[in-house]
């Protein structure tokens, strides 16, 4: 009887790890493709400028200028942009909402997205802009849905067109906005990117 259960204490601790890594590897897994899966098609610049200059209402050589200031400052062509409009306010702190749509090359249709982003700056005043975002490294759309904050010392001026990066998990988004003017300060902050609005920006 002892030797039995010597057998069997011995045999249900062998078979412990492969247990454990059994359970433990689907949680482990992402649910959508990763940096290394790297197979989403890139956009050239002359779509985005095409794009870019309609969703902005600006011409296609100041979208052009843009454009390639981006280019050149992350080496690679993007894999997603977002289309859309936000509103912002600022009094030392400032707070962004937005709203658009998400596009990629591999999507049968646009994707909804919504963000909301807090800022400590030194403007003070509210605007409402149109957005074009460039996406570099997004694989699927819902790696899309974090918190980006953002680079500090990015935000410029090209052509009355803003700039400003932020980064996550490998992931840069370049917002382009227009009609920003001083309200650029607010832009350096952080912001988070939802499927629903969500009020507090946190």
């Avoid at 779509?47 to 992350?74: H, K, P």
């Avoid at 996406?135 to 849905?145: F, G, K, N, R, T």
Wanted: glycine share 14%; proline share 4%; charged share 15%.
């Amino acid at each position: 009887m002892h030797r039995r259960q010597l057998i069997a204490s011995g045999l249900a601790v062998a078979g412990l790890p492969a247990l454990n890594a059994c359970a433990s590897g689907p949680a482990n897994e992402p649910n959508y493709p990763i940096r290394s899966d790297g197979n989403a098609r890139a956009y050239t610049s002359e779509e985005l400028i095409a794009a870019g200059s309609r969703e902005l209402g600006i011409a296609a050589e100041a979208m052009g200028g843009i454009i390639e200031r981006i280019f050149a400052d992350q080496g690679d062509r993007p894999t997603a942009y977002i289309a859309g409009e936000e509103a912002a306010g600022a009094a030392g702190v400032g707070l962004r909402y937005g709203r658009g749509a998400l596009h990629m090359k591999d999507l049968s249709a646009s994707q909804e997205v919504f963000w909301q982003g807090i800022s400590i700056g030194w403007d003070v005043g509210g605007n409402a802009s149109r957005v074009f975002t460039l996406v570099y490294s997004l694989y699927h759309p819902d790696m899309i849905y974090r918190r980006f904050p953002g680079i500090e010392g990015s935000a410029y001026l090209v052509g009355g067109v803003g700039v400003n990066y932020q980064r996550a998990d490998g992931i840069t988004l370049a917002p382009v906005r227009t009609g920003v003017g001083l309200r650029l300060g607010a832009n350096v902050g952080t912001m988070a990117y939802s499927r629903q609005r969500n009020i507090v920006p946190l």
